[in-house]
């Protein structure tokens, strides 16, 4: 199982960027996809997930209405489009995987994990 996220990097208060994930090793279609991320000194916080079938999403309190996900079935890929950035978004992004339908905001529920994208906000 491998998850490869990009499309981290640094750019100014009120910008945009979209992360990518791409998968191999598991059944992408059939696992309920995670976005989050981890600030210095931080917890782990939940960002997004969406469900197999991408019927379904879930934001964190505070990126919903800047943040959306989405995925490429075909592609085995799940996005993290950003928009109107801010300093507190700046954190190491982090995607991961479950099997089945169900979100979560735990990432204990989650088994399989990407190595991150560095996302700076500069203000």
Same mark, same amino acid.
């Given at each position: 199982v491998q998850l490869q996220a990009s499309g981290g990097g640094l750019v100014q208060t009120g910008g945009s960027l979209n992360l990518s994930c791409t998968t191999s090793g598991f059944t992408f279609s059939s696992h309920a996809m #995670? @976005?989050?991320r981890q600030a210095p000194g931080k917890e782990r916080e939940f960002v997004s997930a969406i469900s197999w079938s991408g019927l379904s999403t879930y934001y964190g309190d505070s990126v919903k209405g800047r943040f959306a996900i989405s995925r490429d079935d075909a592609k085995n890929t799940v996005y993290l489009q950003?928009?109107?950035l801010k300093p507190e978004d700046t954190a190491v992004y982090y995607c991961a995987a479950r099997d089945g339908s169900i979100m979560y905001q735990s990432?204990?529920?989650y088994p399989? @994990? #990407?190595? #991150?994208t560095q996302v700076t906000v500069s203000s």
């Open positions: #995670g @976005w989050f950003m928009n109107a990432p204990s529920r399989y @994990w #990407g190595q #991150g």
